[in-house]
């Protein structure tokens, strides 16, 4: 303890003459630097532009002058730089003289040093194997538990890609549940689409039908008009010329005539309104029939369609059962 109480003050000497020397250096680093500039200013000045001769003339007084300053400037810093080469190298020969008993000093404290150093080894030695003997110990456990934590993440990242694997199996089986499901209801609905179009050209074409039964029958009223018309108007040229010439018989003949053929055309007009009445009534008939079919097809329609809605909802029910049953199927896996 006191050879090291006696070391560090020679030691911080030490480091304060190098702390000077390192002054003295920069000093010399700062006279050279401003020696430079000087020759970088002359350099300057010869490159001076030439002028009109008048300026030119003072110009060159002015230069005289500054050289001449310059050249003093110049004499004063090498006789600065001579001292402080001078006494840097004064300094130097001190400082290695010193240096050189220092290293002697200090060659004897590292020898007692080394000394101490061996013999608090060998009290210490016990320690020192205890020691090393725990830090391999503890170096072997660290190791142990290293591996260990290894074997554990990769125990971890096998169980994760197993879960990963499972996850994805999972939304591929819904997926695909998903798909059957939609293509069912798909199907269905295509079905069901193609039932309407059906009855839709059902229904227009019994509306067709009706409508060309209406015409028929207008053509066919027409028709029978038109050849009542003709008979009637053959009868009663008939009758006019049966008058014509019956007109020199009798007066009861004629009479006669008369009404015989009022009783024919009574009976005609009667046979005519009979077939007429018939007719209506054939018609009647038919419109009943038609109007009969037609509530007959919407009943149908509705019936069939009430089926449909049903048996979407049984299918719905049971597709929502199956998907029930395999979601818990799942959660129980």
Do not use: C
């Amino acid at each position: 303890m006191n050879l090291n109480s006696n070391l560090l003050p020679k030691l911080k000497k030490k480091k304060k003459k190098k702390k000077d020397n390192d002054l003295i250096n920069k000093e010399l680093d700062k006279i050279e630097e401003e020696l430079l500039k000087f020759i970088q200013k002359q350099d300057e000045f010869k490159n001076v532009k030439k002028i009109s001769d008048d300026e030119q003339e003072k110009a060159e007084k002015k230069k005289t002058r500054i050289v001449k300053n310059d050249k003093d400037l110049l004499r004063e810093l090498q006789k600065q730089i001579e001292e402080k080469k001078l006494q840097k190298e004064k300094l130097n020969e001190e400082n290695a003289k010193r240096e050189e008993i220092e290293t002697m000093y200090l060659s004897e404290i590292e020898k007692k040093q080394k000394e101490d150093e061996m013999n608090a080894i060998l009290k210490n030695k016990e320690s020192a194997l205890i020691i090393k003997n725990q830090i391999q110990e503890n170096f072997l456990r660290k190791q142990e538990e290293d591996r260990l934590k290894i074997i554990e993440g990769k125990l971890m990242q096998k169980q994760f890609e197993k879960n990963k694997i499972e996850e994805l199996e999972k939304k591929k089986e819904k997926i695909e549940e998903q798909r059957i499901l939609y293509n069912y209801v798909l199907d269905n609905n295509k079905k069901h689409i193609a039932s309407l179009k059906e009855q839709k050209l059902e229904e227009k074409r019994k509306d067709t039908e009706y409508v060309k039964y209406l015409e028929e029958k207008e053509k066919r009223e027409k028709e029978y008009e038109e050849k009542t018309r003709r008979e009637k108007e053959e009868k009663e040229k008939e009758i006019h010329e049966i008058r014509m010439k019956q007109k020199k018989n009798v007066q009861l003949q004629a009479h006669f005539d008369e009404i015989q053929a009022i009783k024919w055309q009574k009976e005609t007009k009667r046979k005519e309104e009979e077939k007429r009445m018939l007719e209506e009534e054939q018609m009647k008939e038919k419109i009943e029939e038609l109007k009969n079919a037609r509530l007959i097809a919407m009943e149908e329609k509705r019936k069939k369609k009430i089926e449909q809605i049903e048996n979407d909802k049984k299918e719905a029910q049971k597709s929502k059962e199956v998907y029930e049953l395999h979601v818990l199927h799942s959660n129980t896996k």
